[in-house]
């Protein structure tokens, strides 16, 4: 149950595959600062730092101490500026969109038995449609492995973080695609609005959403914020009122 991270910051998205029974074999980052996060946190984790677009699948595949078909994942969240509403909306133009099928070149050449690949909902609707297809189209593309072909079932669905019991609506594209010929199901949200809590027609049980004092309200006081974060709130502000979130 060995996964290759990519663009894995500081660690998040790997902490929930863990919990979910998987082990991460090797995450690719980079940005010093969130490596040397991983480091501290992770000492036997084998880290790469460095541009993905230098990277050789068979130098991440050498680190993780696997070899083709054996990765049981590919995880990862690409930049999203490029997709964001709130960016330029440049997208496969930009240098950044274009990392998006590096994530793709490096779970063509490892060959995972399955992929699950995380962005901003905006990359459903640039150009209506046109990075996303484009990104599809590249994952469906088989591939040539030792004289044997290899091809991804490819699904992907918008979800929301309070659906499953996050503090804060946060939607974001998953990407999910596995070469075993499995059909898969995007989990079915345990959370609503509290009106909507209970059983569904399905028979489905629903908890209210959590709030924010769910989530935090037993922490000790904040210290007084930084005269750093006064700053960076009221960019969070204006941007709110600008773009709507």
């Given at each position: 149950?060995?996964?290759?991270?990519?663009?894995?910051?500081?660690?998040?998205?790997?902490?929930?595959?863990?919990?979910?029974?998987?082990?991460?074999?090797?995450?690719?980052?980079?940005?010093?600062?969130?490596?040397?996060?991983?480091?501290?946190?992770?000492?036997?984790?084998?880290?790469?730092?460095?541009?993905?677009?230098?990277?050789?699948?068979?130098?991440?595949?050498?680190?993780?101490?696997?070899?083709?078909?054996?990765?049981?994942?590919?995880?990862?969240?690409?930049?999203?500026?490029?997709?964001?509403?709130?960016?330029?909306?440049?997208?496969?133009?930009?240098?950044?969109?274009?990392?998006?099928?590096?994530?793709?070149?490096?779970?063509?050449?490892?060959?995972?038995?399955?992929?699950?690949?995380?962005?901003?909902?905006?990359?459903?609707?640039w150009e209506n449609g046109k990075?996303?297809?484009?990104?599809?189209?590249?994952?469906?593309?088989?591939?040539?492995?030792?004289?044997?072909?290899?091809?991804?079932?490819?699904?992907?669905?918008?979800?929301?973080?309070?659906?499953?019991?996050?503090?804060?609506?946060?939607?974001?594209?998953?990407?999910?695609?596995?070469?075993?010929?499995?059909?898969?199901?995007?989990?079915?949200?345990?959370?609503?609005?509290?009106?909507?809590?209970?059983?569904?027609?399905?028979?489905?049980?629903?908890l209210p959403y959590r709030t924010?004092?769910?989530?935090?309200?037993?922490?000790?006081?904040?210290?007084?914020?930084?005269?750093?974060?006064?700053?960076?709130?009221?960019?969070?502000?204006?941007?709110?009122?600008?773009?709507?979130?």
């Open positions: 149950m060995k996964v290759i991270s990519l663009f894995s910051g500081a660690g998040g998205m790997d902490i929930g595959f863990e919990k979910a029974g998987f082990e991460i074999a090797v995450a690719v980052e980079q940005d010093p600062s969130c490596c040397n996060t991983l480091k501290l946190n992770r000492p036997n984790l084998k880290v790469i730092q460095g541009d993905i677009s230098g990277i050789e699948a068979a130098h991440i595949l050498k680190e993780a101490d696997l070899t083709p078909l054996e990765p049981a994942l590919v995880i990862g969240g690409p930049p999203c500026q490029s997709f964001s509403l709130a960016g330029k909306r440049l997208g496969m133009g930009d240098k950044r969109g274009m990392l998006i099928l590096e994530f793709v070149r490096i779970v063509h050449e490892t060959l995972p038995k399955a992929f699950v690949m995380e962005n901003v909902q905006g990359m459903m609707n990075a996303l297809e484009t990104v599809l189209n590249e994952f469906r593309d088989p591939v040539i492995y030792n004289g044997k072909e290899y091809s991804y079932d490819v699904s992907y669905h918008v979800l929301n973080a309070a659906d499953y019991g996050v503090a804060q609506f946060r939607e974001r594209l998953f990407i999910v695609g596995n070469r075993l010929k499995k059909n898969f199901t995007f989990p079915y949200p345990t959370h609503g609005a509290k009106e909507l809590a209970g059983s569904d027609m399905f028979g489905n049980k629903n924010t004092w769910d989530a935090i309200g037993g922490l000790p006081d904040a210290d007084e914020p930084s005269e750093t974060a006064k700053r960076v709130s009221q960019t969070i502000k204006g941007r709110i009122e600008k773009h709507g979130y």
